[in-house]
T-cell receptor, first 114, second 116 residues
Framework: AQSVTQLGSHVSVSEGALVLLRCNYS??????LFWYVQYPNQGLQLLLK??????LVKGINGFEAEFKKSETSFHLTKPSAHMSDAAEYFC????????????FGSGTRLQVQP | GAGVSQSPSNKVTEKGKDVELRCDPI?????LYWYRQSLGQGLEFLIY????????KSGLPSDRFSAERTGGSVSTLTIQRTQQEDSAVYLC??????????????FGPGTRLTVL
């Protein structure tokens, strides 16, 4: 079964600092990978996704992620944090065949300090 | 355009009662998913509908949970004889399902269920 692991349930950065949220996946073949963001009392919003077209994926709000097969990683980064980035971030995996449902990591709550 | 909508936004019920949660997907989306988000279990898949195919119910935690999708659009998730451990946010998502697992799933705001 596929799975994703998000290291760090809470990450705190200063405004303007680099954001790095870690995600590692477990799959026998490169899967499809997603990052979603959830603001308080809202549903999930897609930030970006990897579907094998390019290893460096750019998303909304200045976020990007790089797929590294050798490290089985898909870490999310943003060069400069804004206060509005404070939210919970979820990494998710979908397999190439069969069930289309997403398997989510446990989430990382990002705090941005002024 | 309109996104995925869910109703009610909040539901408080007593243990043992049945509840129905509704999801209206984005128009034209053939795939519909239900997920559950709880403090102890994180985000879990419950059930998946695709067109007229038989639903994938592999994520339903017990036979107290059921779901249907009428006319390929609106879906209702029913929980019978609710238990306190059913308290969670129930999220619905829909997608075009054109490219298999690569499709973007669009999520609704969720229904927060509290079982007293």
């Amino acid at each position: 079964a596929q799975s994703v692991t998000q290291l760090g349930s809470h990450v705190s950065v200063s405004e303007g600092a680099l954001v790095l949220l870690r995600c590692n996946y477990s799959s026998s073949v490169p899967p499809y990978l997603f990052w979603y963001v959830q603001y308080p009392n809202q549903g999930l919003q897609l930030l970006l996704k990897y579907t094998s077209a390019a290893t460096l994926v750019k998303g909304i709000n200045g976020f990007e992620a790089e797929f590294k097969k050798s490290e089985t990683s898909f870490h999310l980064t943003k060069p400069s944090a804004h206060m509005s980035d404070a939210a919970e971030y979820f990494c998710a995996v979908s397999d190439l065949t069969g069930r289309r449902a997403l398997t989510f990591g446990s989430g990382t709550r990002l705090q941005v300090q002024p | 355009g309109a996104g995925v909508s869910q109703s009610p936004s909040n539901k408080v019920t007593e243990k043992g009662k049945d509840v129905e949660l509704r999801c209206d997907p984005i128009s034209g989306h053939t795939a519909l998913y239900w997920y559950r988000q709880s403090l102890g279990q994180g985000l879990e898949f419950l059930i998946y509908f695709q067109g007229n195919s038989a639903p994938d119910k592999s994520g339903l935690p017990s036979d107290r949970f059921s779901a249907e999708r009428t006319g390929g659009s609106v879906s209702t998730l029913t929980i019978q004889r609710t238990q306190q451990e059913d308290s969670a946010v129930y999220l619905c998502a829909s997608s075009l399902d054109w490219t298999g697992g690569a499709d973007t799933q669009y999520f609704g705001p969720g229904t927060r269920l509290t079982v007293l």
